[in-house]
């Protein structure tokens, strides 16, 4: 199984392979699930690509929010940048960018992002049928779930190990957004989830925030299963972390029955931020413990608490410890963002400066500060732990190139393809008497101090006759094959299909159809958002009832729908929220998958909206429900709540705890 961990920045990223992991997810500045993150440049992203490949790991950029139609174009253009640096696969979740990576860049490799919330065969099955390689699962399945899934589909199947769990189902929170307008479907999530809510005389209830996941014990279950990949969460957080949870997994999966590494490997786990631990949603028997609203909502230890605050910074009384080189967030008791910054100094009471500060110790530390007395600072990592020059030291992206090379006793030749150059040079080898030359003597010799600003990919090699090379002489013609090529690989164009795909895009996106609106038809069947594996044939029952009945009307809601309706002929599809609908491109894949009409997602605003209706390919119709700003499985805390100010209202339907707003938040008209 893939060991898959999070990378923020590159200095996370390195950590993340020193301490084990096979894999590593990061984005880009925008279209990202956690824009909050340092994230990458092209510059940094260069760098990393590089690395992995010559390490023999691997990188997947995530491309997992929605994307609003004047957004496309920006979309598109990073696009060509990835193509040209060949990440090992895109994780997305609009299905417009699953839709122009079909059409445009059908070689890179697609994996569908939790975001898109598929939580069972079905939805697997439509991912597969549009070219997804793996499809990383909604973490609000149980292990016995799990198991049929896996059983029913053929897809690689990734799954969430550890880290911080979300309260909603994925791509199902609106809270962030109709709270404070920022979309964590948009990767700006404010986390209000874990905030503290009020009912009556109950205060600082913290009714949405889970615990974390630690699933240390489930590895051998998941390993039955074959499942593809192991997810560690935590983009935002700190090297220390990520490398701590990549070598405390690595020595577990490297060692299964070694009751010794599971020692080493606990003592690891102890020493790593983070809230109260669980096994999140692999067994329904703990899912009524998943939260519990009168603890802590926050990340980290709590290590000090703010007595006072005054213009140049503010003194902390030390409940644990502090050291120099700590990460540390100050913010409210009662919950919320915070302000992280790194502990580069700190005074004792006598105004002189220290590097360690112990439990009970009051302490001055500098700085501006949005704080107040009663706030607490809380570790969100840890000193020692900096792989900083490691990164910086690592060399810019190198183009990557193929390389044919066919050998002769009497002649040597070397081809790049899309280029007409072609290198020989006449030899004279006699035959082996005991070490022939073979295909990996000249792989790892051709590899080795290419041109700069480049590097071989596959090299594909063809020896014509059984004879011996010396070392130095392998060298001397690596040495003249470079000096050759060095000029042809700068003048090369590597993707000449470039402009002509920008072209085709650009004329596909001004096209305005401008198709009139349509009216939900009263008779119609709706497909249930969330239908675990367990109850799949249940539904496809109803469906068939309701066919045999005379409906042709169908409501889906999500990717399952799709696979559930395939068989149906003259059958009118009308997609809805949760299956997000924010660009053009969307529309066009709910099409190929046998939409006949849309709904915009609800997050999308008035001027998207106008401008996406226009260029639809697809007439809307008007969905006037009023939406939950969150669904999920756990055993929510039912009623009404405030937050902020707000009022919200907490039911059951269907077996699924759903958080209403006050102010209805209506879909878009």
Known sequence: MELLSPAGNLETAIAAFDGGADAVYCGLGKFNARERAENFSKETLGKLLNFAKENGRKVYITLNTLIWESELSELFEQLLILDKMNPDALIVQDPGVCEIVRKYFPQMT?????????????????AEKLGFKRVILERQISLDELRQIAKNSTLELEVFLHGSLCCSLSGRCLLSHHLYGESGNRGKCKQPCRRAFEQGKMKNMRILSPADLAGSSLLSELDKLNIASLKIEGRLRTPDYIWKTARAYRILLDNPDDPEAAVEAENIFRTVPGRKKSTGFYFKSSWKSLIDPSAGGSFGECCAKVNKVIRSGMLVKVATSLHLGDRLRVMPAAGGEGESFSLAAMENHNRTGIIRARSGETVFIKGNFRAAPGYEIRRIGENGFDFSRRAAALPDFRQEFALKITAF???????????NAVWQESTDFAPAEKRPLTEEQIKKVFSENPPAGFRPGKIEVCINGNFFVPA???????RNYREFFTPVLGSMDFFPEHPVKMEKFYAENQIFPDLPPEILPQNIFTIPDFIPENELDNIRKEIKNAYANGVRNFSAGHWHAF??????????????????????????????????CVAATPECDENNRILLQKKSPLPFFEDKRAVPLLVSRIPLAKGKWELDGKKFKITETEKLSVLHSHDPFEVPR
């Open 110 to 126: 697609l994996h569908a992002s939790t975001q898109m919330g598929i939580h069972n065969s079905a939805g697997v099955a439509v």
């Open 409 to 419: 006793p009497t002649l040597w030749q070397a081809e790049i393809p899309g280029s």
């Open 472 to 478: 130095a002489t392998l060298k001397s013609l690596r």
């Open 563 to 596: 696979e559930l309706l395939k068989n149906l002929p003259q059958v009118k599809i009308f997609t809805r929220y949760p299956f997000h609908i924010s660009n053009s491109f969307a529309v066009k894949l709910a099409g190929v998958l046998g939409a006949s």
